[in-house]
């Protein structure tokens, strides 16, 4: 494929509480990108850079830190893209679209957030921008509060999830153990994740401090190139097919629990790559809410409506299973540095398929599902990854 873009390297910050400055994280991941890409800094085209901020830091003017990762950036077109805890799938594609439009041939693509030097309610109130703002009672909410609601309008239509949200929990944590860049190296039993506690207390009815994502720094990043671009590449992994769906944004305007957003970007993704969900080696999600990640199984089609656990209980999504979900840990135990989220998604997924992963390898993988979401199943991101050794 002449117009085939391709992913040709992946740079990744540890995930946590880090003592490094926004600029520092972004300068880290931007290098290691260049360096495994084997892409000289003066190559690069264009950058840009997934990033929420939502007054979390000071570092207005985001973008520009890019360049202080090598003095040949210098003059190189870079912009900031925000979509929510999608703003990093957001800058992937602005990178791709560049490339398509003709208007660069290699692109440097970072994610990165800087949480955890403000308090827990700063964040909150901070992520809870990305909700609707225009309905008092949609505005009062946090983000735990929403998910929250929709573990109980999913106990009240379908099944209670409860013990499926701690089998994910536990899950992502146990895989995570593999991860030496996750933020949470903590193996948690499904019982622990189940149990409330004063370790595991209620944060939003049903959610447990257990089913939540961790605040976090950290950046990631990626670098891009047109088919003509990435020839002599070392390692280059194809992007089969990259979809963008956003839905309404009041959820009053929509069946929040179905999901659509998610499901049709996944589907269009599947139909644009020519596979179906059997053909997935492995998926990266975004399971703010361990509940998110259950009715994101049913978007897969991995499960029926109201059955994601059946996914849990036949242990397709398990680390050894046919479609293993967070082999990294996910947002649940990686981290989610909210701006590097999709970011990360694509440097992992991309080492995946350079069989480059170390103990989170998935033997053999040669396709993989990435799906990053902003908001409440607003903006939604599915892309899929292919093994291009050539």
Request: glycine content about 10%; charged content about 20%; proline content about 5%.
């Amino acid at each position: 494929m002449g117009d085939a873009i391709h992913i040709t390297g992946s740079g990744h910050t540890k995930f946590g509480r880090l003592p490094d400055s926004l600029e520092d994280l972004i300068v880290e991941a931007a290098r290691e990108a260049m360096e495994e890409a084997q892409v000289p800094p003066s190559e690069i085209d264009a950058v840009f850079l997934g990033h929420f901020n939502s007054g979390l830091a000071s570092d207005g003017f985001a973008s520009s830190l890019i360049h202080q990762a090598h003095p040949d950036l210098r003059f190189t077109p870079a912009a900031r893209c925000e979509n929510a805890c999608a703003s990093g799938a957001a800058a992937i594609h602005a990178g791709m679209n560049a490339i398509r439009a003709g208007r660069a041939r290699t692109v440097l693509v970072v994610g990165a957030e800087k949480m955890t030097h403000r308090p827990t309610p700063d964040v909150t109130a901070a992520l809870a921008g990305a909700g609707y703002q225009n309905d008092p009672a949609e505005a009062a909410l946090s983000f735990p509060q929403v998910f929250g609601l929709a573990a109980q309008g999913y106990a009240d239509r379908h099944r209670d999830p409860l013990g499926d949200m701690a089998r994910i929990a536990s899950k992502n944590h146990g895989n995570a153990m593999r991860n030496p860049l996750a933020q949470m190296h903590r193996e948690m039993s499904v019982e622990a994740c189940a149990t409330v506690t004063d370790k595991n207390p209620l944060i939003a009815p049903p959610l447990r401090l257990s089913d939540c994502s961790l605040i976090t720094d950290g950046a990631a990043a990626i670098v891009l190139q047109a088919e003509d671009a990435a020839a002599d590449a070392p390692r280059r992994v194809r992007v089969a097919a990259a979809e963008h769906v956003s839905d309404f944004l009041p959820m009053s305007r929509r069946d929040f629990l179905k999901f659509e957003g998610p499901a049709r970007a996944i589907a269009q993704a599947y139909a644009a790559a020519g596979i179906t969900v059997a053909d997935l080696d492995f998926a990266e999600v975004h399971d703010c809410f361990t509940i998110a990640e259950l009715l994101i199984y049913e978007a897969m089609g991995l499960a029926p409506a109201g059955r994601g656990g059946d996914a849990l209980a036949e242990g397709v999504v398990m680390a050894v299973g046919a479609t293993p979900v967070n082999l990294s840990g996910g947002l649940k135990a990686k981290g989610h540095p909210v701006g590097a989220t999709g970011v990360s998604m694509h440097a992992l997924g991309f080492r995946q398929l350079t069989g480059r992963a170390g103990d989170m390898q998935r033997k053999g993988a040669e396709t993989g599902l990435l799906f990053n979401m902003g908001g409440a199943a607003v903006a939604n991101y599915a892309t899929v990854l292919a093994a291009d050794r050539a």
